[in-house]
């Protein structure tokens, strides 16, 4: 293929990609004000189903990745302060990383690779077995019946899991400060509450739940845009983990530069 021909049905390609995600974003939009007059039509059991899912079943994941993160980060910081008598220090370093950023961060990148893939495989195998085209034929909307629950349940679900990977990180921060720097727990855990704020714990929890919203709606997207092909399942779900992610980190960038402006 010539390849200017190639260049040309990559930019078509990319427009008709943006123009999907486009009227993917509206129709999300106009399933959510159906909420004011209580017009959305789905099944509760699919979104006790979903917040089974997206929250218990993944505390065992977010227990390990978060437990790591911490031991990791004050593994690093002990090394350093070490040096200069500032052991305690670990105890803000670990918990000001973790509640501000790490802990959302992580929390999102697991759910990315966890719950988005497996909303784009799942929407990605009702698109091939036609599944979605029943529902529009017998006049359910997909955006209300399958799109609608699971990015409310991964909202829900998505502060709490923050919390608790918090908390998970700051205790293993504890194990390396009590084990390796010969801190007591009632003095780590004092010095990590003096260096915490307010301000830290809901900007991490308001940065985790837009994490939520773009996790859903990548995985749910990238299901609706699969093939009609076996092989497109696979490759919707490592779409929706790669934008997923990309957009977890994009968003943190935005999150950082507003929060510097805001003094916050």
């Known amino acids: 293929m010539p390849f200017l021909k190639r260049v040309g ?89 973790i509640v501000r950023e790490m802990g959302a961060v992580m929390t999102g990148i697991i759910m990315a690779g966890r719950t988005g893939a497996a909303f784009a495989a799942q929407l990605g195998t009702m698109k091939v077995t036609q599944e979605i085209d029943a529902f529009t034929t017998i006049g359910l909307p997909p955006q209300e019946f399958l799109v609608f629950p699971r990015i409310v349940a991964l909202v829900l679900m998505m502060p709490m899991l923050c919390l608790y990977a918090d908390f998970m990180g700051i205790l293993g921060g504890a194990v390396v400060g009590v084990g390796m720097l010969d801190i007591s727990w009632t003095t780590y855990f004092r010095e990590t509450i003096n260096a ?16 939520g919203v773009l996790i859903a709606l990548c995985g749910c997207l990238r299901g609706l845009q699969c093939g009609k092909s076996s092989s497109a399942v696979g490759d919707a779900a490592t779409s929706a983990v790669v934008t997923g992610i990309v957009a977890i980190v994009a968003a943190c960038g935005v999150f950082a530069v507003v929060f510097y402006v805001l003094g916050i």
Do not use: C, W
């Open 9 to 97: 049905q990559s930019a078509i390609g990319a427009i008709s990609s943006l123009t999907e995600a486009l009227n993917f974003l509206g129709e999300t939009a106009f399933t959510f004000l159906k909420l004011v007059p209580m017009k959305v039509r789905f099944r509760a059991v699919d979104l006790f189903l979903f917040i089974q899912q997206s929250g218990p079943q993944a505390l065992p994941i977010v227990t390990l990745i978060s437990f790591l993160v911490g031991v990791i980060l004050a593994f690093i910081g002990a090394v350093q302060l070490r040096r200069f008598g500032a052991q305690i220090y670990v105890a803000d370093l670990v918990g000001i990383a």
């Open 196 to 211: 915490i704020t307010l301000t830290h714990l809901f900007g991490g929890l308001f940065k985790s739940t837009v994490y």
